[in-house]
């Protein structure tokens, strides 16, 4: 599966953006997708993640409440909505696919196969 995501971009503190991931390739609607991000000089973290189904999502306690992940397996697009913005939010944000088809939503980098190219997320406090 190939992945392309846009939508970063520069917004104020408490500000919001929509993230999106477009998927190209058969096995979207039977993989795990994830949102990962990188600040500056950190290393990539997990941020939400989302069952092949949809029905179950998992975010990282440092967005949980601000941030809602989706997807819409019929246009094979994945979605991050993100609220509340604060300055340590700034990061290259990239969406993954898992790289087992129908297993539960894994956090750790190394279970997903798949990567997009990333988008800039730059939060001004």
């Known amino acids: 599966v190939q992945l392309q995501a846009s939508g970063g971009g520069l917004v104020q503190a408490g500000g919001s953006l929509r993230l999106s991931c477009a998927a190209s390739?058969?096995?979207?609607?039977?993989?795990?997708m994830g949102w990962f991000r990188q600040g500056p000089g950190k290393e990539r973290e997990f941020v939400a993640g989302?069952?092949?189904?949809?029905?179950?999502?998992y975010y990282t306690d440092s967005v949980k409440g601000r941030f809602t992940i989706s997807r819409d397996n019929a246009k094979n697009t994945l979605y991050l909505q993100m609220s509340s913005l604060k300055a340590e939010d700034t990061a290259v944000y990239y969406c993954?696919?898992?790289?087992?088809?129908?297993?539960?939503?894994?956090?750790?980098?190394?279970?997903?196969?798949?990567w997009g190219q990333g988008t800039l997320v730059t939060v001004s406090s």
């Open positions: 390739g058969r096995t979207f609607s039977t993989s795990v």
């Open positions: 989302i069952s092949w189904s949809g029905g179950t999502t």
């Open positions: 993954a696919a898992d790289r087992v088809a129908f297993r539960g939503i894994q956090t750790s980098p190394d279970e997903y196969g798949w």
